[in-house]
Nanobody
Framework: QVQLVESGGGLVQAGGSLRLSCAASGRTFSSYTMGWFRQAPGKEREFVAAITRSAGSTYYADSVKGRFTISRDNAKNTVYLQMNSLKPEDTAVYYC?????????????????WGQGTQVTVSS
């Protein structure tokens, strides 16, 4: 099994920045596609960003494109989500997820490993 632990969440004002980290256990981190999802109160968990195992491709939800950046450091078994120009509507619990083999990177059902989530709150 792969264990994922998110960190870096917190309370920020609109326009501020946060950097989320997801530390993964395991010896084959570089073989996994990694994704970030978020879930706001009363809403479905939604796709935010993903990065392929080779880091050759990144993908973003339209709502965060141009503001968020996903990256990975395979030597540290860690994936990051740099969040800039935060908006109140970004408020949610953010989860990282992983799967070694994946077909639809946008679907939460495709990922078989999940972290516990980290709260991001953006005030007006």
């Amino acid at each position: 099994q792969v264990q994922l632990v998110e960190s870096g969440g917190g309370l920020v004002q609109a326009g501020g920045s946060l950097r989320l980290s997801c530390a993964a256990s395991g010896r084959t981190f570089s073989s996994y596609t990694m994704g970030w999802f978020r879930q706001a109160p009363g809403k479905e968990r939604e796709f935010v960003a993903a990065i392929t195992r080779s880091a050759g491709s990144t993908y973003y939800a339209d709502s965060v494109k141009g503001r968020f950046t996903i990256s990975r450091d395979n030597a540290k078994n860690t994936v990051y989500l740099q969040m800039n120009s935060l908006k109140p509507e970004d408020t949610a619990v953010y989860y990282c997820a992983a799967r070694r083999l994946i077909v639809n990177i946008f679907s939460r059902d495709e990922y078989n490993y999940w972290g516990q989530g980290t709260q991001v709150t953006v005030s007006s």
